[in-house]
Structure formats: structure tokens, C-alpha cells
């Protein structure tokens, strides 16, 4: 491991405890064992380590995602399974780095390019269409368009903190009532099963 990646992955880890306003360079260069020069030198302000590690962090997730539905059986399957893999980053992340980030770095918490978001999801509800676990006459775009639009209003949405709701339960439940809204019953008989499954290894 590099300098750089040696950086971004105890910059990433004290983000995600802390946050960015209580994170200092001075902090990173102690966790990293090296100097605030050679730190300036790789990174030459917080604002774009911190961008940085957002940066890698999609990036992994991205990888995460392709080598799971690579292996999946079905999209249903991969689906769950990358939401799954999703919870688990969301809930190492403190309400400070979440508050901080959405307040001081809003470009970071953006959701990737929307139309590239809806073309590859649009893919996948195809291939379920394919497998007979989404209703065919479904339009693809339209329901990846609204699906992104959901998430979107939920992330800017300030009742869910002041209602006392959990984040990630909200968007788990986006997430399974969209899934149910376009699935065949061959498909909500799988999301059945996905949900019992995913109550068990909550408990």
C-alpha cells in the first residue's frame, strides 16, 4: 500500500467515526505514522481527501456490486445482496460525518450521474423482466427514474431525523417497496424470502 492509499483508507476510517468537522490533517498525518509535508504533498487540502475518499469508497462499492451480480443467480438475488453490502458501509457511518457531509460537501453525497444511474438500472429490471421476476410491461426508464427520484427526495428529506426514524431502515423500505411495486408474484414470492432472511441475520 502506498502513501496515498495508506492516506485515503485512515482518512476514510476516522470520516466515518468522527466526521469532517472534527477531523484535522494533523490527525491523519498521526494515523498514517507520517508527516503534515508528506500529507500536503499527496493531498494538498482536507476538502480534497475528503472528496477523495467518498470517491474511493463509490469506487469500491462499484466493484462490490458488478462481482456480486456476476455470481448472482438471478437479479432479485444481486439486488439484495448489494443492498445488503450497502446497510452494512451506512452503518458505519457516524451522524456526524452524515450531517457534516450533507452540510459542508453536498457534491460528495450526490448521487452518481442520473443518467447513468437509470440506464444501468434499467438493465437490470430488463434482465428480471427476463427472468420472470419483474412484470414485463413495466417501462424500465420510467421505473428507474422514479426509483432514483425516491431515493433523492428521502436523502434531502429532514422529517425522517425528525421523525427519530432510522436512515437505513427508511431506505431498506424504499428499496423492498419498489422491488414489490414491479415484481411478478414468482418475483414478491422471492423478496419474501429475501426479507425473512434478512430479519434473521438482524437478529
Given at each position: 500500500m502506498d502513501n496515498r492509499e495508506l492516506i485515503i483508507s485512515r482518512a476514510h476510517k476516522l470520516l466515518m467515526e468522527i466526521g469532517p468537522t472534527?477531523?484535522?490533517?494533523?490527525?491523519v498525518a498521526r494515523a498514517c505514522g507520517i508527516s503534515k509535508r508528506t500529507l500536503y504533498e499527496t493531498f494538498p487540502d482536507k476538502k480534497t481527501l475528503i472528496l477523495e475518499c467518498v470517491a474511493a469508497e463509490h469506487a469500491q462499492h462499484n466493484l462490490e456490486a458488478q462481482k456480486i451480480f456476476k455470481e448472482a443467480s438471478n437479479c432479485f438475488e444481486a439486488l439484495f445482496k448489494v443492498f445488503k453490502n450497502t446497510r452494512q458501509h451506512l452503518d458505519k457511518r457516524s451522524q456526524a460525518f452524515v450531517d457534516d457531509?450533507?452540510?459542508?460537501?453536498?457534491?460528495?453525497?450526490?448521487?452518481?450521474?442520473?443518467?447513468?444511474?437509470?440506464?444501468?438500472?434499467?438493465?437490470v429490471i430488463k434482465r428480471a423482466q427476463d427472468e420472470g421476476l419483474v412484470i414485463a410491461e413495466i417501462n424500465t426508464s420510467i421505473a428507474s427514474f422514479l426509483f432514483l427520484n425516491q431515493l433523492k427526495s428521502l436523502h434531502k428529506n429532514p422529517g425522517i431525523d425528525a421523525l427519530g426514524l432510522n436512515r437505513v431502515t427508511v431506505y431498506e423500505a424504499a428499496f423492498i417497496n419498489f422491488l414489490r411495486g414491479i415484481a411478478t408474484i414468482k418475483g414478491i414470492e422471492?423478496?419474501?424470502?429475501?426479507?425473512?432472511?434478512?430479519?434473521?441475520?438482524?437478529?
Open positions: 472534527s477531523m484535522t490533517m494533523d490527525m457531509m450533507k452540510r459542508l460537501y453536498p457534491e460528495a453525497m450526490a448521487h452518481d450521474n442520473e443518467k447513468q444511474f437509470i440506464s444501468q438500472m434499467g438493465l422471492y423478496i419474501d424470502e429475501q426479507i425473512e432472511s434478512l430479519r434473521t441475520n438482524k437478529n
